[in-house]
């Protein structure tokens, strides 16, 4: 088991970019892939980014495909989602989950454990 604490989010205008950490605490952060989702007012939560455990394979939706990068340090037990180029459409409470698989997973089923949430708030 896992615990993720969120962290960096903020307001910022459109274009500024933000860098999101998830922190996780135990001694097996290595054995689960990270997803990070967000979740709009009146939205369902969607998949944004995923890293495998090792951080060689990682996955965006496209919305943000070359806006934003994902990466761990597995010393630190840490995860990053950095975000360039943020626009309105990005504001949402973004959320880091861990899960099991060796492969990454967009499916917001496949994730057992789950962070309190980071507000990202873009003004245009």
Known sequence: QVQLVESGGGSVQAGASLRLSCAASGRTFSTYGVGW??????KEREFVSAVSRSGGNTDYTDSVKGRFTISRDNAKN???????????????VYYCAAQGSYYVSRRVSDYNYWGQGTQVTVSS
């Open 37 to 42: 989702f967000r979740q709009a007012p009146g």
């Open 78 to 92: 840490t995860v990053y989602l950095q975000m360039n180029s943020l626009k309105f459409e990005d504001t949402a």
